[in-house]
């Protein structure tokens, strides 16, 4: 798989990517904030890892965007008066902005995310006055990691998605 983008005035094509994107795509592609680049996952040798990746429009330069977090220690957020998440793009997202409905799906094994970090958004939430089952859903499979090869699990986790959107829409 390669990545081809189509310049809108002059209907050109040009390819920016040569062998850095996944040929089995476990995410979507995302623009950054300033369209230069294109945010993609990838694991290395089948680690299921995924992790970000940025790949220049105009040079097809490729920048790794996070690296292994298994030495990211999950207590380093409890101490803050918000919980903050650092975007691919270096901005940071404060908790207490989360307006939309949201569906938060966590594998207690995944070696990629600390559960912790998924747990302690959740009671944030709870404490910025919104509401588990109304404004928030948070599922956390206790035999799962980061993403699954595992057919089964794959299934429930589609059919959890669906059931919400569902619900939601």
């Given amino acids: 798989m390669e990545l081809y983008v189509l310049e809108l005035r002059t209907r050109e094509v040009h390819q920016i990517s040569h062998g850095e994107v996944p040929r089995a795509l476990r995410a979507g592609f995302a623009w950054d904030r300033t369209d230069a680049s294109i ?12 992790d970000l990746y940025a790949i220049n429009v105009k040079t097809s330069a490729v920048k790794q965007l996070t690296h292994d977090p298994t030495c990211i220690d999950p207590h380093i957020f409890v101490e803050s008066e918000h919980i903050w998440y650092d975007s691919f793009d270096g901005l940071k997202i404060p908790a207490i902005n989360v307006r939309a409905k949201l569906l938060m799906v966590h594998g207690a094994n995944d070696p990629r995310c600390p559960v912790e970090q998924s747990r302690l958004f959740h009671d944030r939430l709870l404490e910025l006055g919104r509401s588990a089952g109304v404004d928030f859903e948070y599922v956390e499979f206790t035999d799962e990691g980061h993403g699954s090869t595992d057919i089964e699990q794959r299934i429930r986790t589609y ?9 939601q829409l």
Avoid: T
């Fill in 39 to 50: 945010v993609f996952a990838k694991d290395q040798d089948g680690n299921e890892q995924h």
């Fill in 159 to 167: 059919q959890l998605l669906a059931d919400y959107m569902q619900r």
